[in-house]
């Protein structure tokens, strides 16, 4: 982020730079020195910074110059910047001409040269001015920034990318008067929408996932041809073997598609997890482990796993652009996504206010809203007590009669406790309706049907695992479930032996499967984060076996 500027003016050379030199020596850290020479070459010089969108924080002018005086110069200023502060620098005899400006063009103080010492007549006068300018004062954003509209699928996808990479943006609507000049600035005025914006200036026109990730310096494509062991899935099962894998001298690649932390890393507050007695929020969990599979020697890609072969004793991965990846021992942890909901109008307007997850990314934006959670599990309630923050009213849509069956306690009881969190029981989405946004949801409940006026809801039903992709040979139950060890209830072929098969090995050999994804696992972080990390003595023992 560059420096606010200290303006300098004098046309005497020798004077102009002993104040430029005093400047520099106590506000260089913080401040960026410029000079001029002139009134109108200062005048020039605010113009190009305020083009620029700098910040100006103080303008030192000395009042006798030819052509333009110091009053002047101050008094035209303030038409540029008029928040910053105006010093003016003055012989004795112009006293009278100091005071009388302090009206006409705003200065906030006068000095009289000379001013050394300048600890003791000019730095005092400067702290004080700066101080208070400060008060004032918003650093520019330096950061990504979207523009958009609310409503727009490819935006809210955006977001959401952004949001769970833990990548600092600004989001700004295209009506906003903010908006438009930005776009002008960096000459997108006339591109469709959405526009992401870089610190650099460049941009991105509705860029899709992959172009951000290379565009924000993700490593998109694996250092090396080979690796001992494949994860793939960086949610907490991952990203357990991905720490233990690495630890224990492993060559470990962990292939993600969308963002370090999986499901569980969209939770806003996780509070049974073990040692975190204050609760730790999803993103928080996923960094932590993130950073801590990278230091041991966890190399990550973000990239889609679209396949995997069998070559001799090694496992291939094929991945989303092409690439392939041969290994040892392949782990699948990729989790679960949450089932859709299948009613009219539910498809039309996923991403312009239907959204499955938590979708911390839209919280802000029901700042005084209604909204909707629909679901009665953990994830559910965690989203509610999450959005409770911001919304008017969080209405929560519960099929069963109570949360009891389906919800661990601590979440009940902090629901009861949050008066804006309605709980309605028995109760179901029979159809959303709406232009270009969802506007309305149908309801069913045992009253009856009833309309209602929503412009967000946000679905917690059921895990679909995400196993499309994988082969025929991986065994998998009626619901895409990935059976393992004892579960298959077969054994397994090694070296043109059969043996029956390790606890979460696959019905190939070498390909492992941990976390949500598991037939029969148990759907907690905490569990995910056991069965991560106890595959990896599996991966030993079958590698210890050729």
């Not at 305020?50 to 101050?74: F, H, N, Y």
């Not at 004032?136 to 330096?142: A, D, I, K, M």
């Not at 939770?267 to 040692?275: A, H, K, M, P």
């Not at 499967?513 to 106890?534: C, L, T, Y």
């Amino acid at each position: 982020m560059p420096k606010p500027i200290l303006l300098a003016v004098d046309d005497d050379t020798s004077v102009l730079e002993a104040v430029v030199e005093d400047l520099r020596r106590q506000y260089g850290e913080h401040y960026r020195v410029v000079r001029a020479a002139s009134g109108q070459a200062a005048l020039d010089t605010l113009v190009q910074l305020q083009q620029r969108s700098e910040a100006v924080a103080l303008i030192l002018s000395d009042q006798r110059m030819p052509g333009m005086t110091g009053v002047d110069l101050l008094q035209r200023s303030m038409d540029i910047y008029g928040e910053c502060k105006r010093v003016l620098l003055t012989a004795y005899a112009d006293t009278e001409v100091a005071i009388r400006a302090i009206n006409s063009a705003k200065i906030h103080y006068y000095l009289n040269k000379p001013w050394d010492p300048p600890e003791e007549k000019l730095y005092p006068v400067l702290d004080d001015l700066l101080e208070n300018w400060n008060e004032g004062y918003v650093p520019p954003f330096s950061g990504v920034q979207i523009v958009g509209t609310r409503w727009g699928a490819r935006d809210h996808a955006i977001r959401n990318f952004l949001a769970q990479n833990r990548v600092q943006y600004r989001w700004m609507d295209a009506e906003s008067e903010e908006a438009q000049p930005l776009l002008e600035r960096h000459g997108c005025e006339d591109l469709k929408l959405p526009i992401v914006i870089f610190a650099d200036g460049s941009s991105l026109v509705q860029p899709q996932q992959m172009e951000l990730a290379q565009k924000l310096g993700m490593r998109t494509q694996a250092a090396e041809d080979f690796y001992d062991l494949v994860v793939i899935g960086a949610g907490p099962a991952g990203l357990a073997a991905g720490v233990y894998g690495a630890s224990e001298g492993l060559k470990t690649l962990i292939v993600e598609g969308t963002a370090p932390g999986g499901q569980a890393g969209s939770s806003s507050r996780i509070e049974n997890y073990l040692g975190f007695p204050g609760g730790v929020s999803g993103e928080e969990l996923g960094k932590r482990a993130y950073l801590q599979a990278s230091r041991l020697g966890a190399e990550f890609v973000m990239q889609k796993a679209k396949g995997i072969r069998v070559d001799g004793g090694y496992r291939v991965i094929q991945l989303a652009d092409g690439r392939e990846v041969t290994c040892r021992a392949v782990l699948i942890a990729t989790g679960v996504s949450w089932v859709r909901l299948d009613v009219p109008g539910a498809e039309k307007f996923v991403g312009s206010g239907v959204y499955y997850g938590a979708a911390l990314a839209e919280a802000v934006a029901c700042k005084d809203e209604e909204v909707y959670i629909v679901g009665g599990a953990n994830s559910a309630g965690q989203a509610a007590i999450h959005f409770a923050r911001y919304a008017a009213k969080v209405h929560m849509l519960v099929r069963g009669a109570s949360l009891t069956k389906s919800m661990s306690r601590y979440l009940i009881d902090q629901i009861e406790a949050t008066p804006n969190i309605m709980v309605e029981t028995g109760t179901e989405i029979v159809e959303m309706m709406g232009s270009d946004h969802l506007e309305s949801i149908r309801i069913r409940n045992a009253a009856g049907e009833e309309t209602r006026p929503t412009s967000s809801v946000f679905v917690f039903i059921g895990a679909a695992p995400k196993t499309q992709w994988l082969p025929q040979e991986i065994a998998c139950d009626d619901r895409g479930f990935v059976l393992a060890g004892n579960d298959l209830k077969q054994k397994v072929r090694t070296l043109g032996q059969e043996r029956v098969p390790y606890l979460l090995e696959t019905s190939v050999p070498g390909i492992f499967v941990a976390g949500d994804v598991r037939h029969g696992s148990v759907k907690r972080a905490a569990s995910a984060v056991g069965e991560g990390s106890i595959a990896i003595q599996f991966v030993h023992q079958y590698m210890a076996g050729f």
